[in-house]
């Protein structure tokens, strides 16, 4: 079992930037494939971002292409996303999961078993 903490949200203006870490427990976090979903008032949870357990394969997106960076180490049971050129659209409360898949892909909430609590990012105009 992964207990996950999500930390690093809070309010930026348009085109800021903020990095969100996702602190797991256990030992095995490394054997787990991670992700990370957004879901904003009124809309379902959608899918941002994952990393396969080693940090070689990489998926996002189409929104968040080319200004968020996902990450992991796995050493200290942590991972990570870059967030740049933030826009209103991005205001949500961000999620991390994981999942005890090879490669994650872009899957849908309901193919992860662990899930955060959440933090919230507000994007000003």
């Known amino acids: 079992q992964v207990q996950l903490v999500e930390s690093g949200g809070g309010l930026v203006q348009a085109g800021g930037s903020l990095r969100l870490s996702c602190a797991a427990s256990?030992?095995?976090?490394?054997?787990?494939?991670m992700g990370w979903f957004r879901q904003a008032p009124g809309k379902e949870r959608e899918f941002v971002a994952s990393?396969?357990?080693?940090?070689?394969?990489?998926y996002y997106t189409d929104s968040v292409k080319g200004r968020f960076t996902i990450s992991r180490d796995n050493a200290k049971n942590t991972m990570y996303l870059n967030m740049s050129s933030l826009k209103p659209e991005d205001t949500a409360v961000y999620y991390c999961?994981?999942?005890?898949?090879?490669?994650?892909?872009?899957?849908?909430?309901?193919?992860?078993?662990?899930w955060g609590q959440g933090t919230q990012v507000t994007v000003s105009s």
């Open positions: 990393i396969s357990w080693s940090g070689s394969s990489t």
């Open positions: 999961a994981a999942a005890h898949i090879i490669q994650p892909g872009v899957r849908p909430p309901d193919e992860y078993d662990y």
């Open positions: 256990g030992r095995t976090f490394s054997t787990y494939s």
